[in-house]
């Protein structure tokens, strides 16, 4: 399935809720408190153990749920990530959160190059860089 919107996001979660809640509970102890960033203990406690935090947020739409997925995914190995039902959609969920930000205003324009430039170096031309590291292996 293709995420484009909020609502193919939140679909998807539906779909695989008990197979990313595996992936979860595989890398975190779902009966622990849970934290407003998953994992930070400086944080704020939300009040509710992980398990019913999770459940919390996907009843409410909250796209802080998607802090549990980038947890899991950043905490998995290679070993079981290849191995489990749901990895991929996980990793689709974790990529295609942009859906929950804002989209920019109509006249936003992005930086161009001379404007997030501090030095008249940083405007040099990239060709000149690459020309002077061929040189430094040609001396090698």
């Not at 398990?51 to 070993?79: C, G, M, Q, T």
Request: charged residues 30%; contains cysteine; proline residues 8%.
């Amino acid at each position: 399935m293709e995420i484009k919107t909020k609502e193919d996001w939140w679909a998807l979660v539906d779909s695989y809720w008990d197979s990313l809640c595996d992936i979860i509970a595989h890398h975190m102890m779902m009966l622990s408190p849970a934290y407003e960033t998953p994992g930070k203990d400086h944080t704020p406690q939300t009040g509710r153990t992980i398990s019913a935090e999770i459940d919390f947020l996907k009843e409410n739409k909250d796209p802080k749920l998607a802090r549990y997925f980038h947890a899991s995914w950043v905490l998995a190995s290679d070993a079981y990530a290849y191995s489990v039902p749901g990895w991929a959609v996980l990793c689709d969920l974790c990529s295609e959160d942009w859906v929950f930000h804002e989209e920019p205003p109509d006249n936003w324009v992005p930086p161009t190059r001379d404007i997030i430039a501090e030095s008249p170096e940083d405007l040099k031309d990239p060709r000149e860089t690459l020309d002077d590291f061929d040189l430094f292996f040609d001396e090698v």
